[in-house]
């Protein structure tokens, strides 16, 4: 079936670091891919998303990158600070009717910034 | 702009009430809408979604309904709470593939 699942559930960066986090998806026909943020007690927020014909998309110190030879999908944080700590979610469009998407998330991976 | 909005931010409910919580947006004509739950620490389930007045899509079976009366407003419901309903409801809208999320309403059914 279609899933969407991160390597780390943690990870614990110090403050002006780099933090990659890491994604795989199982479905190689998804087209669309979008990163969001989710701070406690908020609803996720979009952060950067890619579409199947790119590998790599900037943002303001993110950097998603995708891999479709091995289905993965990373988010690359630059000069981590305390403001992100949150739950990174990944989201994988698994269909897209021509009018409506439907995004499957992972269950994502919570990035503590220590001082 | 466009603006989601979500009320009430949070519900504390008896099992065996009803439910209603709505989700409206701003900005934007005939947007596409979703209705999500998430589980606390876990991830985001698909509950509902809808791409016209009246056009409702069930992904999951359950104890809830959705309703979408006006084309900006989307209505979550239920007749009578389970405990098994507590979560997190997040409500989203698209004009295409990209999903934006309101505030979230955070219900407890005891």
């Known amino acids: 079936g279609e899933s969407v699942g991160l390597h780390l559930p943690t990870l614990s960066v110090q403050e002006g670091d780099n933090s990659i986090i890491n994604c795989a998806y199982s479905n190689s026909a998804s087209d669309y891919f979008i990163w969001y943020k989710q701070e406690s007690g908020k609803g996720p927020q979009f952060i950067i998303d890619i579409r199947s014909n790119m590998d790599k998309r900037q943002g303001q110190r993110v950097t998603v990158l995708l891999n479709k030879t091995v289905k993965h999908l990373s988010l690359q944080i630059a000069a981590t600070q305390p403001g992100d700590s949150a739950v990174y979610f990944c989201a994988e469009n698994t269909q897209n009717t021509g009018t409506a998407s439907k995004l499957t998330f992972g269950t994502g991976t919570r990035l503590q910034v220590t001082l | 702009s466009q603006t989601i909005h979500q009320w009430p931010a949070t519900l504390v409910q008896p099992v065996g009430s009803p439910l209603s919580l709505e989700c409206t947006v701003e900005?934007?004509?005939?947007?596409?809408l979703y209705w999500y739950r998430q589980a606390a620490g876990r991830g985001l389930q698909l509950l509902f979604y809808?791409?016209?007045?009246?056009?409702i899509s069930s992904e999951v079976p359950q104890n809830l309904s959705a309703s979408r009366p006006q084309d900006r407003q989307f209505i979550l419901s239920s007749k009578k709470l389970l405990l098994s309903d507590s979560g997190f409801y997040l409500c989203?809208?698209?004009?295409?593939?990209?999903?934006?999320f309101g505030p979230g309403t955070r219900l407890t059914v005891l």
């Open positions: 989203a809208w698209s004009a295409f593939d990209t999903q934006y």
């Open positions: 809808s791409v016209g007045i009246g056009q």
């Open positions: 900005g934007t004509s005939n947007p596409n």
